[in-house]
């Protein structure tokens, strides 16, 4: 994972972020250099369950916590995801697209 190296106050609605990326990982963004959105893992702080059904247990289902389940109930559809690893951890990363 890259780290951040510097941050720069531009304006009080803009924020420079100067990054240290490796190569592996500047590739894995495949010259994608917008719309990126930077997360850390100490944000994740609710906990779920995985259930496992099918034979020999072989599918798995991560839950969404009810806490941040959304009361509107937005439909949702279109969901793309992402799995990054690293050497002591999986990050599942989904994305939804919602209407209402």
Do not use: D
């Amino acid at each position: 994972m890259g780290q951040i190296l510097e941050t720069k106050i531009i304006s009080p609605n803009k924020i420079h972020i100067f990054l240290e990326l490796t190569s592996k990982e500047a590739q894995t963004l495949k010259n994608h250099a917008k719309k990126i959105h930077i997360f850390s893992e100490n944000l994740c702080t609710h906990e779920t369950e995985i259930i496992q059904r099918g034979a020999k247990m072989g599918t798995q289902y991560v839950l969404i916590p009810l806490s941040l389940k959304s009361r509107n109930k937005p439909r949702l559809s279109e969901i793309l995801y992402q799995k990054i690893e690293t050497k002591t951890k999986t990050f599942y990363i989904a994305i939804a697209k919602k209407t209402y």
